[in-house]
T-cell receptor, first 109, second 116 residues
């Protein structure tokens, strides 16, 4: 069964304290992995798409990496405005997208 | 702003009623996806339409239905509403390029449905 597991469920960081969020997946033939940021009561905001193991993408303080079994979202020197829920999703193609339940990140000033 | 619009933003109704949620995709996007997000739950895929035709179904209840119109906007109809249907409903759209290219979905702001 296709499945996405994100850890930790919640994370509290001090401003400037770098960390990583994990997304482990089981899917029959990964075609793409996506990271989104979601603020409370809002729609998910697209961050990155990764297609193959070894691929990396960066945007400001965020860097996403992909292996054959998991993806990491590295947050370098986070700021309070980075507080949000970060969602990971995978697709094996076939118009099917499976989302994880997210990591709730809180960055304290 | 993703370019995907959803109306209404909030909807409060009673059990047993029927409601319609509307979504307009980004300009140029042919695919529309509907998701349900309950409190502390992940995004649950409901249904996908491509250029007016149903493409894929997820865990969509029989009481729910959807359609995509010629102008590509989509509507999600929820009937015989129950308390448990209270949730955020999101629409997403993508280009749906040909050749097996994997699309990125862009999400709308959502409709918050409260069933009393």
């Amino acid at each position: 069964e296709d499945q996405v597991t994100q850890s930790p469920e919640a994370l509290r960081l001090q401003e400037g304290e770098s960390s990583s969020l994990n997304c482990s997946y089981t899917v029959s033939g990964l075609r793409g992995l996506f990271w989104y940021r979601q603020d409370p009561g809002k729609g998910p905001e697209f961050l990155f798409t990764l297609y193959s193991a070894g691929e990396e993408k960066e945007k400001e303080r965020l860097k996403a990496t992909l292996t054959k079994k998991e993806s990491f979202l590295h947050i370098t020197a986070p700021k309070p405005e980075d507080s949000a829920t970060y969602l990971c999703a995978v697709t094996p193609g076939t118009y099917k997208y499976i989302f994880g339940t997210g990591t709730r990140l809180k960055v304290l000033a | 702003d993703s370019g995907v619009t959803q109306t209404p933003k909030h909807l409060i109704t009673a059990t047993g009623q029927r409601v319609t949620l509307r979504c307009s995709p980004r300009s140029g996007d042919l695919s529309v996806y509907w998701y349900q997000q309950s409190l502390d739950q992940g995004l649950q895929f409901l249904i996908q339409y491509y250029n007016g035709e149903e493409r894929a179904k997820g865990n969509i209840l029989e009481r729910f239905s959807a359609q995509q119109f010629p102008d590509l906007h989509s509507e999600l109809n929820l009937s015989s509403l129950e308390l448990g249907d209270s949730a955020l409903y999101f629409c997403a759209s993508s280009v749906e390029a040909a050749g097996g290219f994997v699309d990125t979905q862009y999400f709308g702001p959502g409709t918050r449905l409260t069933v009393l």
